[in-house]
């Protein structure tokens, strides 16, 4: 179905509107499913801000000045300690995210 729908978006706007009644059903079909079968289990915010690490190139060396010292972005880091409201906040800030990531 994915390729299905694939060919059909490709031909952008200039679908017939059988064809554009056919994506619709196809992408709530696929929709349904991802939601019956997938469930994404959620993430910590220290796996999330390691993605985000991991993603953008962050060394934890960059990360000093946010958590305001070395010794609390290592445990931060590390795992010792939680992120706090404030930590969330200037996160979101750097990675440009929301904060309600790392809460």
């Not at 706007?13 to 696929?30: A, C, G, N, S, T």
């Not at 801000?49 to 305001?68: C, I, N, S």
């Amino acid at each position: 179905m994915l390729a299905v729908v694939e060919k059909l978006m490709a031909k952008g706007e200039h679908l017939p509107p059988e064809e554009e009644k056919l994506l619709k059903l196809f992408v709530r079909l696929i929709e349904d499913f991802e939601q019956r079968y997938y469930h994404p289990k959620e993430a910590e915010p220290l796996e999330v801000l390691q993605h985000l690490m991991e993603a953008r190139d962050v060394k934890p060396t960059h990360l000093w000045e946010v958590f305001g010292s070395k010794g609390v972005a290592s445990e931060v880091l590390n795992g010792k300690r939680g992120i706090s409201k404030t930590q969330a906040s200037a996160l979101a800030n750097y990675f440009h995210v929301s904060a309600d990531l790392f809460i």
